[in-house]
């Protein structure tokens, strides 16, 4: 608010902001909500993907891959299964246990499903599903077997 105070705007500034604090009073439980199921699934060994139909709760070892795409992340899962996200791969490098390595700007695969390392930088998984790895991520996933 500049001065001189009008009134009337002073009227309008508070009326908003009264607005604003019920909203977040409102959210303050869906938001704590959300908070304890995700600590709940996460010590469960599932991955909460959040998709355009709802929110899906996914064990961690049906997990084969994330693909960074268009903003958002794409699931390869067992069976030949894909989910799409609309959360970006940051969200999930955050939240993800040290089963999963990130090898790639754009891919993050789980380890407990890697078949082979290529000398062409490419990681094979179970599916035979060839991952591009970095040249600065090689030297850390070569060390996590110990070579």
Same mark, same amino acid.
């Given at each position: ?77 067992? =069976?030949?299964?894909?989910? +799409? $996200?609309?959360? %970006?791969?940051?969200? *999930?490098?955050?939240?993800? /246990? ?29 599916? =035979?599903?060839?991952?591009? +790895? $970095?040249?600065? %991520?090689?030297?850390? *996933?070569?060390?996590?077997? /110990?070579?």
């Amino acid at each position: 608010m500049l001065k001189p105070i009008d009134t009337d705007d002073l009227k309008v500034a508070v009326n908003k902001t009264i607005s604003i604090i019920n909203e977040k009073r409102q959210s303050s439980p869906n938001t704590k909500l959300v908070a304890l199921l995700s600590e709940t699934i996460t010590k469960s060994n599932k991955i909460i993907i959040p998709t355009s139909n709802g929110m899906y709760f996914v064990p961690q070892n049906e997990v084969l891959h994330m693909e960074g795409y268009e903003g958002y992340t794409k699931f390869h899962l067992i =069976n030949d299964k894909e989910m +799409i $996200s609309s959360y %970006n791969l940051g969200k *999930f490098e955050k939240v993800l /246990n040290k089963t999963f390595f990130k090898c790639h700007k754009s891919h993050i695969i789980n380890l407990e499903k890697v078949r082979s390392f290529e000398n062409e930088a490419y990681i094979v998984l179970e599916n =035979n599903y060839r991952v591009p +790895i $970095s040249k600065a %991520n090689k030297k850390a *996933f070569l060390s996590l077997f /110990n070579y």
